[in-house]
């Protein structure tokens, strides 16, 4: 059992619809992390929230809005995607500050009609 | 940036024997953080094990070991008496301690075949 949840298990939506991704953990972890990953490839970061501020953005598009409202929840808002944005994505969380690996959700399969 | 170079993209190995993955990096940092990643077809990413540059010796984890070579900036995985079970994606990961220390840099990937 993973001890990080992510909801849905899968998603299909339109380029013109708006959803949610949620990751959430009861570890304590407070760093938070949102990865994209395509077949065969690894994983891409996206954010990073520590202490439920956002610590890294890389250069991700608009169209992906993340949140953390509180410290054992991470959400991603996704609006007007495109099909290149069809992919697994990843929630991970870590103790910070320390040499601690990150733990991983078992991902939210995406597919952008 | 640092940079994780995984050279083998898919490897097989018979099943109760040994095999072992490639992963060198590049750092100018002395202390720093690794880690084997496997990834399933099931897709969570699970940790396998980790090494942490400031010791000396090689990490392992049951039938998991690393060969950790410093100076060579080189950080391989072996597997022994392989399992099917062990068929996967693996992916090497760097952190550093200091700089930008959230963000972990990953391999490009070898999967592994296991033959029964």
């Known amino acids: 059992d993973t001890e990080v949840t992510q909801t849905p298990k899968h998603l299909v939506m339109g380029m013109t619809n708006k959803k949610s991704l949620k990751c959430e953990q009861h570890m304590g972890h407070r760093a938070m992390y949102w990865y994209k990953q395509k077949a065969k490839k690894p994983p891409e970061l996206m954010f990073v929230y520590s202490y439920e501020k956002l610590s890294i953005n890389e250069s991700v598009p608009s169209r992906f809005s993340p949140e953390c409202p509180n410290s054992s929840l991470l959400n991603l808002h996704l609006h007007a995607l495109q099909p290149e944005d069809s992919a697994l994505y990843l929630c991970a969380s870590r103790q910070s500050y320390s040499n601690q690996p990150q733990h991983f959700g078992d991902g939210t399969r995406l597919s952008i009609l | 940036a640092q940079t994780v170079t995984q050279s083998q993209p898919e490897m097989s190995v018979q099943e109760a024997e040994t095999v072992t993955l490639s992963c060198t990096y590049d750092t100018s940092e002395s202390d720093y953080y690794l880690f084997w990643y496997k990834q399933p077809p099931s897709r969570q990413m699970i940790l396998v094990i980790r090494q942490e540059a400031y010791k000396q010796q090689n990490a392992t984890e049951n039938r998991f070991s690393v060969n950790f070579q410093k100076a060579a900036k080189s950080f391989s995985l072996k597997i022994s008496d392989s399992q099917l079970g062990d068929a996967a994606m693996y992916f090497c990961?760097?952190?550093?301690?200091?700089?930008?220390?959230?963000?972990?840099?990953f391999g490009s990937g070898t999967k592994l075949n296991v033959k029964p």
């Open positions: 990961a760097y952190r550093s301690p200091l700089y930008n220390f959230n963000k972990f840099y």
